[in-house]
Each structure stands twice: as structure tokens, then as C-alpha cells.
């Protein structure tokens, strides 16, 4: 029989007691592959099989399962674990070489927005009749002075 004591945490599922947490995984890794099945070992009755509890197995074409995965824990983190490891749906390489390429690709777009910065910076100053621009020179420190109408002044 069944009773929960007003938790919520148990379901009955084809007369087994089981935890909505670990059944909400079970199901959502049998979504994400219907050849994928959770088998619950228990390692002092099965020895040689596994010593951790869970077992991730694959169903095969030709019928018999074959592991792929062992977990302690049946949580997030073995689904996670799955779409990681999975090669067949997605090329780990290919996403590398994307996550670079987005980034180098931010770098060229923050350089240019920094040039254009500048750009305006300086288009602005050069308008400007009688107007002075001072910078401090990064090198020796000394503070640059730009004239409209004569040479530069160092100080």
C-alpha cells in the first residue's frame, strides 16, 4: 500500500513507491533518447555489475542493453552529464570553434566601436576653429596640448 504522508514528494508508478525528483529525471533523459533507459542496481546483490547505484543503459538494435553510464546520485546532473557526452548530436569541436569565433567576433565589435569613438573625437576637435585638444602622453607622461593654429605644446 501506498501512503505518503502529505509531503508530495512519492508517487506510485506500476505499484513502486518512487521519488517525483528522480521519476521528473527519468523521464526527461527518456525524452531525450528513447533508447536510454535508468536501471536501479543494488551493488551487494549484483556484484560485478556496478557499484553505484544507477545505471544508464542503452538498448541496442539487435536487443541487448549495454552501459554508458554510472551515477551515485539520479539528479540534473546525470541528464546534463548525458547531453554532454553525446557525440552523436552535437561535434564538440565545431562548438569550440564557435564559441571563439563569437568571441573574437565581440573583440573586432568592441574595437571598432572604440575607434569610432575616436574617430568622432577627433572629427569634432577638427572642426572647431581656435581649439586646443591636450592628451598625456602614456610614455613619458608629459601632458600634449594640440592647436588649431600652431604647433603642438609639450609640458
Same mark, same amino acid.
Given at each position: 500500500?501506498?501512503?505518503?504522508?502529505?509531503?508530495?514528494?512519492?508517487?506510485?508508478?506500476?505499484?513502486?513507491?518512487?521519488?517525483?525528483?528522480?521519476?521528473?529525471?527519468?523521464?526527461?533523459?527518456?525524452?531525450?533518447?528513447?533508447?536510454?533507459?535508468?536501471?536501479?542496481?543494488?551493488?551487494?546483490?549484483?556484484?560485478?555489475?556496478?557499484?553505484?547505484?544507477?545505471?544508464?543503459?542503452?538498448?541496442? &538494435?539487435?536487443?541487448?542493453? /549495454?552501459?554508458?553510464?554510472?551515477?551515485?546520485?539520479? *539528479? %540534473?546532473?546525470?541528464?546534463? @552529464?548525458?547531453?554532454?557526452?553525446?557525440?552523436?548530436?552535437?561535434?564538440?569541436?565545431?562548438?569550440?570553434?564557435?564559441?571563439?569565433?563569437?568571441?573574437?567576433?565581440?573583440?573586432?565589435?568592441?574595437?571598432?566601436?572604440?575607434?569610432?569613438?575616436?574617430?568622432?573625437?577627433?572629427?569634432?576637435?577638427?572642426?572647431?576653429?581656435?581649439?586646443?585638444? &591636450?592628451?598625456?602622453?602614456? /610614455?613619458?607622461?608629459?601632458?600634449?596640448?594640440?592647436? *588649431? %593654429?600652431?604647433?603642438?605644446? @609639450?609640458?
Amino acid at each position: 500500500m501506498y501512503y505518503d504522508p502529505g509531503t508530495g514528494q512519492h508517487v506510485l508508478i506500476d505499484g513502486m513507491v518512487v521519488e517525483r525528483d528522480a521519476l521528473r529525471v527519468v523521464e526527461a533523459i527518456n525524452d531525450y533518447d528513447p533508447n536510454l533507459y535508468v536501471l536501479c542496481v543494488d551493488p551487494q546483490r549484483a556484484e560485478g555489475i556496478s557499484e553505484e547505484p544507477f545505471v544508464v543503459v542503452e538498448k541496442c &538494435s539487435d536487443g541487448t542493453c /549495454r552501459p554508458v553510464m554510472r551515477a551515485w546520485t539520479l *539528479d %540534473d546532473t546525470l541528464l546534463e @552529464r548525458i547531453r554532454l557526452s553525446d557525440t552523436h548530436r552535437g561535434n564538440i569541436l565545431q562548438t569550440l570553434a564557435d564559441m571563439e569565433k563569437k568571441e573574437a567576433d565581440k573583440k573586432q565589435e568592441r574595437y571598432k566601436d572604440r575607434l569610432g569613438e575616436a574617430s568622432d573625437i577627433s572629427a569634432s576637435i577638427m572642426r572647431m576653429k581656435g581649439s586646443n585638444y &591636450s592628451v598625456r602622453d602614456p /610614455r613619458t607622461g608629459e601632458l600634449i596640448t594640440f592647436f *588649431d %593654429d600652431k604647433p603642438a605644446k @609639450r609640458d
